[in-house]
C-alpha cells in the first residue's frame, strides 16, 4: 500500500557509524502469556531492559524506527497494550493510564525483567507515571514523550468524539466507501506535522489497525475512559515532584494533540527533569524525527547514574 511517500524505517548507518560487530539488531515480534493472555512485543538488542508504552489508537510497531538503534546498547522491548494490537479490548469502567500499570508490571515480571529504562509515549506515558510512582525502584530513568495526564487541555475534536453519539457516528462514517481511508488519512494529519512525509509503512500499519473487527469500538471506549468534554480526565503533574529519576520529557513544537506547554510544566516539576522541544515536530516524534529522538535518549540513558540532567 502506497498512499505518501515514504521515509526510511531504519535509522540510517551514516548517522552512527560502526564496525561489523556493532551493526543494528534486528527487531523480532514475540509474545508472552500475561494473566493469562498472549501479549505480542516487539524486542530488538541486549542488555539493560528499555521498556516503550505505545499510545492510544497506535501498538508496539510505533517504535519500530528508533528500535534498532537503541538495540546497539540495550535490549528494547515494545509491548502492544490492551485494546491494540490484537489483545482483546479492556472491559467498561476502565481507567487505561492508571489500570495499565500493574499489567505493565506482571508484564516485565513475565520477562524476567528487573529495573528498566522507561519510555512512555501519550496514553502510554501516563501509564509510565503510574508505574513509576508505585514502584520508582523499578525506573532507572524515565521518558515522557508528548505524555498524556500533564495538563487538562486535548484537540477539541477529541474532546468531541466522546459525547454520546459522535464516537457512534464516526464509527458509522468509517464504514462507508472510502471511510477508512478518510480516517487514517485525517488522523495522519493530526499527529503529523509534515503529513506528506510520513513513511507509508506507518500509514499502512495504522489503517489494518484501524480495520480490525472491534477496534473502533475499542479506541472510542478507551478514548472516552481518558477524556471527557473538558479534555483530560486525569491530571498527574502534582505528583511529579516524588519522581527521582534522572527523566526526559520528549515533545513536539507543533503538536496539535496535547500542547506542548504542559512539557514546560512537568518539567518545571521533575526533580531531574530536562525538555527536548523538537521544531517542527508534531505528536509522534519517534516517527516524524526518529535520528533525534535517539540522539536525546542517548544522552539520557548514556549520561552516568546520578548525574542530574541539564536544562535545555
Given at each position: 500500500m502506497s498512499i505518501v511517500p515514504a521515509l526510511s524505517a531504519r535509522m540510517p548507518r551514516s548517522a552512527h557509524r560502526r564496525g561489523r560487530g556493532d551493526a543494528e539488531p534486528a527487531v523480532r515480534e514475540r509474545r508472552v502469556t500475561v494473566r493469562g493472555v498472549e501479549t505480542p512485543?516487539?524486542?530488538?538488542?541486549?542488555?539493560?531492559?528499555?521498556?516503550?508504552?505505545?499510545?492510544?489508537?497506535?501498538?508496539?510497531?510505533s517504535w519500530r524506527r528508533v528500535m534498532?538503534?537503541?538495540?546497539?546498547?540495550?535490549?528494547?522491548?515494545?509491548?502492544?497494550?490492551p485494546g491494540h494490537g490484537g489483545i482483546a479490548p479492556p472491559t467498561e469502567g476502565?481507567?487505561?493510564?492508571?489500570?495499565?500499570?500493574?499489567?505493565?508490571?506482571?508484564?516485565?515480571?513475565?520477562?524476567?525483567?528487573?529495573p528498566v529504562d522507561l519510555v512512555g509515549h501519550s496514553v502510554g506515558g501516563a501509564v509510565a507515571l503510574h508505574l513509576a510512582l508505585a514502584d520508582p525502584a523499578r525506573v532507572r530513568t524515565l521518558t515522557l514523550v508528548?505524555?498524556?495526564?500533564?495538563?487538562?487541555?486535548?484537540?477539541?475534536?477529541?474532546?468531541?468524539d466522546t459525547l454520546p453519539g459522535v464516537g457512534e457516528y464516526a464509527i458509522k462514517l468509517s464504514r462507508l466507501p472510502g471511510g477508512h481511508l478518510l480516517r487514517t488519512m485525517?488522523?495522519?494529519?493530526m499527529l503529523f506535522a509534515q503529513p506528506w512525509r510520513v513513511p507509508a509503512d506507518f500509514v499502512a500499519?495504522?489503517?489494518?489497525?484501524?480495520?480490525r473487527p472491534g477496534q473502533l469500538e475499542a479506541s472510542?471506549?478507551?478514548?472516552?475512559?481518558?477524556?471527557?468534554?473538558?479534555?483530560?480526565?486525569?491530571?498527574?503533574?502534582?505528583?511529579?515532584?516524588?519522581?527521582?529519576?534522572?527523566?526526559?520529557?520528549?515533545?513536539?513544537?507543533?503538536?496539535?494533540?496535547?500542547?506542548?506547554?504542559?512539557?514546560?510544566?512537568?518539567?518545571?516539576?521533575?526533580?531531574?527533569?530536562?525538555l527536548a522541544l523538537f521544531p517542527c515536530c508534531g505528536h509522534l516524534p519517534h516517527v516524524e524525527q526518529p535520528e533525534r529522538f535517539?540522539?536525546?535518549?542517548?544522552?539520557?540513558?548514556d549520561r552516568p547514574a546520578g548525574q542530574r540532567p541539564v536544562a535545555a
Amino acid at each position: 500500500m502506497s498512499i505518501v511517500p515514504a521515509l526510511s524505517a531504519r535509522m540510517p548507518r551514516s548517522a552512527h557509524r560502526r564496525g561489523r560487530g556493532d551493526a543494528e539488531p534486528a527487531v523480532r515480534e514475540r509474545r508472552v502469556t500475561v494473566r493469562g493472555v498472549e501479549t505480542p512485543y516487539l524486542e530488538a538488542g541486549r542488555g539493560p531492559v528499555l521498556l516503550m508504552l505505545h499510545g492510544h489508537e497506535q501498538n508496539a510497531a510505533s517504535w519500530r524506527r528508533v528500535m534498532p538503534a537503541l538495540g546497539r546498547t540495550r535490549r528494547v522491548i515494545a509491548v502492544s497494550l490492551p485494546g491494540h494490537g490484537g489483545i482483546a479490548p479492556p472491559t467498561e469502567g476502565y481507567a487505561p493510564s492508571r489500570d495499565l500499570a500493574p499489567l505493565v508490571t506482571d508484564f516485565l515480571d513475565a520477562l524476567g525483567a528487573g529495573p528498566v529504562d522507561l519510555v512512555g509515549h501519550s496514553v502510554g506515558g501516563a501509564v509510565a507515571l503510574h508505574l513509576a510512582l508505585a514502584d520508582p525502584a523499578r525506573v532507572r530513568t524515565l521518558t515522557l514523550v508528548a505524555a498524556a495526564g500533564l495538563g487538562r487541555s486535548v484537540n477539541p475534536l477529541i474532546a468531541l468524539d466522546t459525547l454520546p453519539g459522535v464516537g457512534e457516528y464516526a464509527i458509522k462514517l468509517s464504514r462507508l466507501p472510502g471511510g477508512h481511508l478518510l480516517r487514517t488519512m485525517s488522523s495522519v494529519a493530526m499527529l503529523f506535522a509534515q503529513p506528506w512525509r510520513v513513511p507509508a509503512d506507518f500509514v499502512a500499519e495504522a489503517h489494518a489497525l484501524g480495520r480490525r473487527p472491534g477496534q473502533l469500538e475499542a479506541s472510542t471506549a478507551l478514548a472516552r475512559a481518558l477524556f471527557d468534554a473538558q479534555g483530560q480526565r486525569e491530571v498527574l503533574l502534582d505528583r511529579l515532584h516524588s519522581l527521582t529519576a534522572p527523566s526526559l520529557v520528549i515533545w513536539g513544537a507543533c503538536d496539535l494533540v496535547l500542547p506542548a506547554h504542559q512539557g514546560r510544566d512537568a518539567v518545571a516539576r521533575l526533580p531531574r527533569g530536562r525538555l527536548a522541544l523538537f521544531p517542527c515536530c508534531g505528536h509522534l516524534p519517534h516517527v516524524e524525527q526518529p535520528e533525534r529522538f535517539v540522539a536525546e535518549l542517548r544522552g539520557l540513558l548514556d549520561r552516568p547514574a546520578g548525574q542530574r540532567p541539564v536544562a535545555a
